[in-house]
């Protein structure tokens, strides 16, 4: 049990855009314990940042403090029943290794969110979503560490969770590592096949299964996402915008094939994708960043951008999504 610290370390292997920039110290730990000694020894500097695989960060200049990465890496049954698991889980474990663990287990719940880059703690801060299913629909409750040394417990309604988002995103809560995760799971058969395209190759795969929907999903996102490991990217770059219904009619009168979704809440949901691609950048590129030609809400690194290149790029492109449609778009990926 340790704890790691790298001075003037490269943070390419963190950030999945493949950014070459760097970090003042990069610090990994293997246990809670080790974090919280380090809280005690009055070892942990200003300003600092957590990351998990950095699949969701946009890194535009070296950072000045402590990125801290956690090595936190089992996954232990705390209770099982006829129905259902529960399970305790380290924020370092790469989240698709622990949906592909979960598929073998025949534990139903987290297969629509194969092949989401990243791990286990920042899934659970960022809410991840695909095809119908959010992290929160399966996180019992939230271990974190503070910096001032607190252990604390947060359950689901702590957690305050929203379309990607959760208290832990809120700047007083900053100061909170994410070191497990508990997640409840079903043991008997559940799909949630409700998003077309899932359904459709299920079918194509043979028919429901656990095996099948984790597969039908790696195709869906494999035809449309680009790899990181070959292009760098962070996802959706931009969230999709919720706009009030009286905003909705006015568009839907002038763009009638504009796609969209009803919400929970009061407003329409609008696919930030269709936006930019109407706005024309879909395939177009500034310097070194492009938008993706298969799915334009994601930006990708052709090689050796820099974070500002990236960046520039997101601000042309809402820039004309504001013009043409006068709506905002605002970040998903957090920016330094
Ligand atoms: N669309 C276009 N052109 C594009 C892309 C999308 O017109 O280039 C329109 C189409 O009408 C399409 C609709 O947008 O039917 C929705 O596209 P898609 O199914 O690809 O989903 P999305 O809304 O663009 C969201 C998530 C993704 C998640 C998918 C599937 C956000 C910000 N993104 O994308 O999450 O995989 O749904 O559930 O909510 C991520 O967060 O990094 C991410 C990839």
């Not at 820099?306 to 809402?318: C, H, R």
Request: hydrophobic share 40%.
């Amino acid at each position: 049990m340790s704890v790691e610290v790298r001075p003037d370390s490269s943070l390419k292997p963190y950030n999945t855009f493949g950014i070459e920039t760097t970090a003042a110290f990069l610090v990994e730990y293997d246990t809670e314990e080790d974090l919280l000694d380090m809280c005690e020894s009055g070892g942990m500097t200003l300003p600092w940042l957590h990351v998990g695989a950095g699949s969701n960060l946009l890194f535009t200049r070296p950072f000045p403090g402590m990125v801290f990465h956690s090595r936190i890496r089992d996954i232990e049954v705390v209770r099982e029943t006829a129905d259902d698991v529960l399970l305790r889980v380290g924020g370092g474990v790469i989240w698709d290794e622990f949906v592909a663990h979960c598929v073998r287990n025949g534990w139903y719940g987290v297969e629509n969110l194969s092949l989401i880059p990243g791990e286990v703690g920042a899934a659970a801060v960022q809410n991840i979503g695909a095809y119908g299913v959010e992290a929160s629909d399966v996180v019992e409750k939230v271990e974190t560490v503070s910096f001032s040394g607190r252990r604390d417990v947060f359950t689901r309604e702590d957690c305050r969770y929203a379309y990607r988002w959760s208290i832990f995103k809120q700047a007083d809560m900053r100061d909170r590592f994410v070191t497990r995760v508990w997640i409840r799971l079903d043991k008997k058969e559940a799909y949630k096949l409700g998003y077309g395209a899932v359904e459709r190759e299920v079918d194509r795969l043979g028919g429901r299964s656990l095996p099948n929907v984790r597969q039908a999903v790696i195709n869906i996102r494999q035809s449309k996402l680009p790899d990181p490991k070959v292009m760098g990217n962070a996802g959706s770059f931009f969230m999709n915008p919720v706009v009030s219904r009286e905003c909705f009619e006015r568009l839907a009168a002038r763009f009638p094939d504009m796609p969209h979704y009803e919400t929970p809440q009061a407003g329409v949901k609008i696919p930030a994708g269709w936006l930019i691609e109407q706005c024309g950048w879909k395939g177009k590129s500034l310097g070194r960043a492009a938008v993706y030609d298969r799915q334009a809400l994601v930006l990708v690194n052709k090689g050796g951008a820099t974070g500002n290149e990236i960046l520039a790029l997101s601000e042309a492109v809402s820039q004309s999504v504001e013009e043409k449609f006068g709506i905002v778009l605002k970040p998903e990926v957090n920016i330094y």
